[in-house]
């Protein structure tokens, strides 16, 4: 998705707080979600982060729970807006990534999705 009016975009953003005392006094919350895709039942989470900012207690419980089921992956992206620096497929290892990198993930996320390309095991040994 390309943002055409970053000021537009920000306005129609919602607060999720009115929501907080639905969940029986937990701190369960709703979570922001960056970007997410369906390809053949397959889906691609994508979270953003700053660099360096750690997972969020509650989003790992979410990743956890999502990549429990094999058409589910999450991928996570630290680096400063439209500047990646490094990149993990939750549960796997953190790796250096720059957008040409994180572009190369999506298209093999892609291609496995779309039924043509390598196995998830080849897919894993490349990462």
Not at 7 to 36: E, H, K, P, Q
Not at 81 to 103: C, H, L, S, V, Y
Request: glycine share 8%; aromatic share 12%; hydrophobic share 40%.
């Amino acid at each position: 998705m390309t943002i055409r009016n970053k000021d537009n975009y920000m306005a129609c953003l919602w607060d999720w707080g009115f929501l907080d005392s639905c969940f029986d006094g937990t701190r369960i919350r709703i979570t922001d979600v960056d970007g997410l895709v369906e390809r053949r039942e397959h889906f691609l989470l994508i979270e953003a982060k700053s660099s360096g900012a750690p997972i969020p207690q509650g989003q790992a419980i979410l990743f956890n729970a999502l990549i429990k089921n094999p058409n589910w992956h999450v991928l996570i992206i630290w680096g400063a807006t439209n500047k990646p620096e490094d990149a993990q497929f939750w549960g796997r290892k953190k790796f250096k990534a720059d957008e040409t990198k994180i572009q190369e993930l999506v298209h093999r996320w892609y291609s496995m999705a779309n039924g043509t390309g390598q196995p998830k095991e080849k897919e894993d040994e490349a990462t």
